[in-house]
């Protein structure tokens, strides 16, 4: 069992620090402000200007802030989402259970909901809105369906360089439909480099709070 704690970052919202990589799960900065600036306003937001109906692959499923941020975004603007997230180390109910990113009744029932569905099949957590959650390691991982949008939020690779080097983000390339779009919080200059050799077109974008930039590639038209 990992020994986890919880830290409270710079918007109040909490996030996880695991001391045996010396890492956290989001940044220290704000937790929910981050994931609402990289993978919602520049990784959804972005592909919702094409598409009505939306599918996801989150590479980190974590704490579930991105599949609940998501799950709002749809109920808000009428989306239609199929959510894939992966995770090896899922997390236990007394740790998410201590996570505060919803105050509203509603919002706690969904967020419960999202961290206490089943792992392996599909589920709906409201109209318009389903989920499939993965415990498996990523380069195992065989998928029937491709995605349009991948949120890419491992942890970062001073902690875990393995999942920013070509196999995973081979891996990446090979799920999303042509077309469709990465979007990370990592600006690493032998990642972009990694991208761009498997045939992404790159942007550079201004990060969240206590970042400079952020990610954002785009899988080439075949």
């Not at 259970?97 to 419960?112: I, L, S, W």
């Not at 942890?155 to 875990?160: D, I, L």
Request: with cysteine.
């Amino acid at each position: 069992m990992r020994k986890i704690e919880i830290r409270q970052t710079a918007d109040g919202s909490n996030t996880l620090y695991l001391p045996e990589l010396d890492e956290t799960y989001h940044s220290s900065h704000g937790a929910v402000q981050e994931a609402m600036h990289v993978f919602i306003e520049h990784g959804l937001t972005f592909v919702g200007q094409e598409k009505k109906s939306i599918s996801v692959f989150e590479m980190g499923f974590g704490t579930g802030l991105n599949a609940l941020l998501t799950a709002q975004w749809s109920e808000q603007y009428s989306y239609s989402l199929r959510y894939i997230g992966i995770e090896l180390h899922p997390l236990s109910e007394d740790i998410w259970g201590q996570m505060d990113y919803v105050q509203e009744k509603v919002e706690r029932e969904k967020y419960a909901k999202i961290m206490s569905a089943a792992w392996g099949d599909y589920q709906e957590i409201h109209p318009g809105f389903q989920l499939k959650k993965i415990k498996e390691d990523v380069l195992a991982l065989q998928l029937s369906e491709k995605v349009d949008l991948i949120y890419f939020d491992a942890f970062g690779p001073r902690a875990q360089s393995e999942m920013w080097e070509l196999p995973v983000l081979t891996k990446m390339y090979e799920l999303l439909l042509p077309g469709g779009v990465f979007v990370t919080y990592c600006a690493q200059g032998q990642m972009k480099r990694n991208l761009t050799a498997l045939g992404f077109t790159l942007e550079s974008l201004p990060g969240p709070p206590g970042k400079r930039e952020m990610t954002r590639a785009v899988k080439k038209l075949i």
